[in-house]
């Protein structure tokens, strides 16, 4: 039954970050600012649904750093390689030819760069043809990531993640987001590579896929998500509407309000999939 419930809150959680994706790339009117009356809904829209990408990291570290139990090492890079590679190399390619046949067919004059090797490759990797696709990059860079902490001895992955995601969560996260909020003109050059950028989120989802919560404990993790999608959301708000343009001081998928409001989402799902599916019928 335990397999299953993982199963369940897993699939259900990338089918609702998936349909959260899509969410965000249709609200682009987000990045127009205006002082409407829209512009407020786009906020709310965008910050509620900003969890999608933090949520993708953590199904990776929840699913794969145990991918020892279940296949070697050159198994698990042809499946990276089959289900994420390929198909952004395939798209990225789509996405440079597609604009490259339309000039040639209207007989418009096609950038240099469009032609060469590096400007192909620069596209690729840069993802200019595609600007939707930026997140393989990091994406990729964590699979590189992945086997080195699968390397690491089941009875001490929980208590050297969690060591991992608290320091990267208050040096790389919390203290610059600090120091910004409050205008403070302070060097902070001490930030952890090892758990650096989106790897945090691999090593949460890790932990957090693990572990069992006692109900007090949830609530204030609850408290602590709902806080951090009202600074989102608020925050944001004031900031641009006080500037006349979009502030992103409260905004990031690596800043803390979409930290707290991302293990929020993780966790609410993990302890109510099953019923969630129970009641729908599934």
Known sequence: MENRKNTEYISLLSVISAFSMVSLHTN??????????????????????????????????????????RYDGWTYAKKRVHRTVIPFLAWSLIGWAIPLLHLLYRGRPVAPELLSVSGIWNGIVGTSFVPIYWFFIPLFLCYMSIPLFASVPDEKKIRMFSYLAGAAFVLNSLVPFLLSVFHLSLKWPFHLEAAGGYLMYVLLGYVLSRISLSRKHRLIL?????????????????????????????????????????????????????????????
């Open 28 to 69: 682009g009117c987000f990045w127009e600012f205006s002082t409407a009356r829209y512009w407020l809904t786009a906020n709310i829209i965008e910050s509620v649904y900003y969890f999608a990408v933090p949520i993708f990291f953590m199904i990776s570290g929840a699913t794969l750093i145990d991918y020892p139990k």
């Open 222 to 282: 609850y408290e602590l998500a709902l806080g951090g999608l009202l600074l989102h959301i608020l925050g944001t708000y004031a900031l641009s509407m006080n500037a006349g343009k979009i502030i992103q001081t409260y905004k990031g998928y690596l800043n803390v309000p979409c930290i707290l409001y991302s293990i929020g989402i993780f966790i609410f799902f993990k302890e109510n999939a099953e019923k969630m599916m129970r009641k729908s019928g599934g």
